[in-house]
Structure formats: structure tokens, C-alpha cells
Nanobody, 124 residues
Framework: QVQLVESGGGLVQPGGSLRLSCAASGRTIATYAMAWFRQAPGKEREFVAAINWHGGSTYYRDSVKGRFTISRDNAQKSLYLQMHSLKPEDTAVYYC?????????????????WGQGTQVTVSS
């Protein structure tokens, strides 16, 4: 499968900003959508944001709307998440993923390939 590598995580104070990146390499696959999910300790992995690869339609969970922006580079198969006004509840490991089918972009089961994650910690 395709390999995904996330980067850009780190420690930031509440109200701060981070930009996450995800680079895809390896076997070429059909891409319908890419997304960011996150998982906090003891919690289930949850949807954060997704983007339709060709049309560019975006999807966000309610708690990040207006604060996070997802974008992609189709040619380079790269995914980004610009995060502003970060809150302690945003603390989690953030994962990028690719969907090679036409399932709902917000559905975790639509995604075929996953990165190893990058830690985001929001704390004073």
C-alpha cells in the first residue's frame, strides 16, 4: 500500500497554531479523499477533517470549524491541516489517511491507508 508520513506536531500553548503535513509515497492508488483523524488517550479515533481529492469539498467536525483548515496538493499527494486557536481538548495523536473508494469522507471505514501519527499537545 501507499506509505503515509505525518509531520508538524509538537507542543503549543492554548491559542497557538500548528500546521500538520502528510506526505504520500509508494504504490499509486486511486484517491477519492484524504482526511485527518485524531485519537486521545483512552478515546476512540475520531474524525477531524476531510477533503475530496478531485473536487476539493471539505468536511470538518463541528468543534474545529473556523479554527482548522484542510488542504491538499493533488500532484504531490500531500495533505495539510492548518490549526489555529488550539485548545487543550485538541491534544491527541493526529493521523492522516487515504480513501481509495467512494465512501463517505467522514467515515473512518472509508479509509484504506494510514500514517503512524504525529503528537499534538496543547498545554500551558
Amino acid at each position: 500500500q501507499v506509505q503515509l508520513v505525518e509531520s508538524g506536531g509538537g507542543l503549543v500553548q492554548p491559542g497557538g497554531s500548528l500546521r500538520l503535513s502528510c506526505a504520500a509515497s509508494g504504490r499509486t492508488i486511486a484517491t477519492y479523499a484524504m482526511a485527518w483523524f485524531r485519537q486521545a488517550p483512552g478515546k476512540e479515533r475520531e474524525f477531524v477533517a476531510a477533503i475530496n481529492w478531485h473536487g476539493g469539498s471539505t468536511y470538518y467536525r463541528d468543534s474545529v470549524k473556523g479554527r482548522f483548515t484542510i488542504s491538499r496538493d493533488n500532484a504531490q499527494k500531500s495533505l495539510y491541516l492548518q490549526m489555529h486557536s488550539l485548545k487543550p481538548e485538541d491534544t491527541a495523536v493526529y493521523y492522516c489517511a487515504i480513501s481509495s473508494n467512494d465512501g463517505a469522507p467522514i467515515n473512518i471505514k472509508a479509509y484504506d491507508s494510514w500514517g503512524q501519527g504525529t503528537q499534538v499537545t496543547v498545554s500551558s
